[in-house]
């Protein structure tokens, strides 16, 4: 049987995210209801990039449910440098029930999930990072449980969290406006492919370079760090988003009851500031806790048999 895989948010339907959604929701009420789900089971942890949030919570997600989370790193293998992905790939998959990698390449992912005869989860790319995702609807859903028709505006750089916000957006009923400046969007190739999701979803995504214009009528601001890691910093970069801050200013101009949030980690005072961050109106450490139910779930549909 071909293994069900998660490269990007929309290798599941929407009613397939709903499902994760709602495990979720279930797991965080009950922690410990679900110990048997990978009973025996083995999920390998494949890291090219340090890890807090996705390392950790992966680990004790797959302990909750029963597994044995097997952490590697890329120098530990031979992947890439003696051996094929496609050859790590098909052994892998006669020891583990689980590959989840977080890497530079999406291609890695493709390519280990062409040849992997058990499920490959894309835990972030420099392209997509689908797990965030799906968590940040999560959490914007659990601050607001009348979602549908709302807006979350992301503002910085069109990098990899925000085209998978954007995607998951469009296929839950959540418009996204992408607040990013010129020169700084989503690539072309997967703005079009985001735009098919919300024509097809009957939501909008747009982007708005005016940052006040693009928070007006938002339920979240969302932002991430302006330079992602392995690549340069960059002073004309940070000098074009500086005005995409959220500070108490920017929020101000959002309505009263709008949310932040941010994937961590964060570069206070850069993306965004302490107060705002710290502040009453900040969920991004329910993001964070959110992360280990959310792909508790999706390890679930994926591997446990609940899909």
């Not at 679900?34 to 009973?39: E, F, G, Q, S, Y």
């Not at 972030?124 to 965030?132: G, S, V």
């Not at 959220?246 to 949310?259: F, K, M, N, R, W």
Request: proline share 5%.
């Amino acid at each position: 049987m071909t293994p069900h895989h998660f490269r990007k948010v929309s290798d599941l339907s929407s009613d397939q995210i709903r499902a994760v959604l709602a495990a979720a929701a279930r797991m965080k009420r009950a922690p410990l209801a679900d110990t048997h789900v990978l009973a025996g089971k083995t999920v390998a942890l494949i890291f090219s990039k340090p890890s807090t949030r996705t390392r950790v919570s992966f680990t004790v997600g797959v302990h909750q449910l029963g597994g044995l989370a097997l952490t590697l790193s890329e120098q530990e293998l031979q992947m890439r440098k003696s051996e094929s992905i496609d050859d790590t790939a098909r052994v892998l998959s006669r020891y583990v029930d689980a590959i989840v990698i977080r890497t530079f390449a999406q291609s890695d992912v493709d390519d280990l999930a062409a040849a992997a005869s058990v499920p490959v989860v894309n835990a972030l790319t420099d392209d997509r990072h689908p797990c965030q995702a799906l968590t940040d609807i999560f959490t914007f859903e659990e601050r607001f449980p009348d979602a549908r028709g709302r807006q979350i505006t992301y503002l910085g750089d069109g990098n990899n969290v925000a085209t998978s916000l954007a995607a998951a957006g469009a296929m839950t009923g959540i418009d996204v406006c992408l607040s990013v400046p010129e020169g700084h969007d989503v690539p072309a190739p997967l703005w079009a492919e985001i735009q098919l999701l919300a024509k097809d979803g009957g939501t909008r995504v747009w982007v708005e370079r005016d940052p006040r214009a693009a928070v007006k009528n938002a339920s979240a601001l969302y932002t991430d760090v302006w330079i992602s890691m392995g690549q340069t910093d960059s002073e004309e970069k940070i000098e074009a988003l500086r005005p995409y801050r959220i500070d108490a200013e920017l929020l101000a101009s959002a309505p009263g009851d709008a949310v932040v949030m941010h994937c961590l980690p964060a570069h206070r005072g850069m993306e965004i500031t302490d107060d705002v961050i710290d502040g009453p109106r900040s969920v991004v450490f329910d993001q964070a806790e959110n992360r280990l139910h959310v792909q508790k779930a999706l390890l679930t549909h994926l591997v446990g048999g609940a899909g």
